[in-house]
């Protein structure tokens, strides 16, 4: 594992025991590892759960300007109206 990082960071890791708890160590990795892939399905997984929870997502790409522009207006009247009666509350 320590030659492994090593290899991937160009840092010299030589100080550290690599018999200290081994199996720490190869926890650590393993959850790390686990952790960076999960780091780059991010977005698709926010989006995912967003349209399970039942909004509509729109892809910025694919919308018309004109449309996601409205969408966006339509978006900031709504917090001004909630943040109004927030307010008021």
């Known amino acids: 594992m320590i030659a492994l990082l090593s290899a991937a960071d160009n840092d010299d890791y ?3 025991d690599q018999n200290f708890q081994p199996e720490s160590l ?3 990795g393993k959850r790390g590892s686990v952790i960076n892939v999960e780091m780059r399905r991010y ?3 926010v989006l995912a ?3 399970e929870d ?3 997502v729109i892809d910025a ?3 018309d300007d004109d449309e996601s522009g409205a969408v966006i207006e339509s978006v900031k009247a709504a917090s001004v109206d909630l943040y109004t009666a927030e307010c008021e509350a």
């Open 14 to 16: 030589s100080y550290v």
């Open 26 to 28: 190869q926890t650590w």
């Open 43 to 45: 977005r698709e997984w």
């Open 49 to 51: 759960g967003l349209v």
């Open 54 to 56: 039942g909004y509509t």
């Open 61 to 63: 790409i694919d919308a």
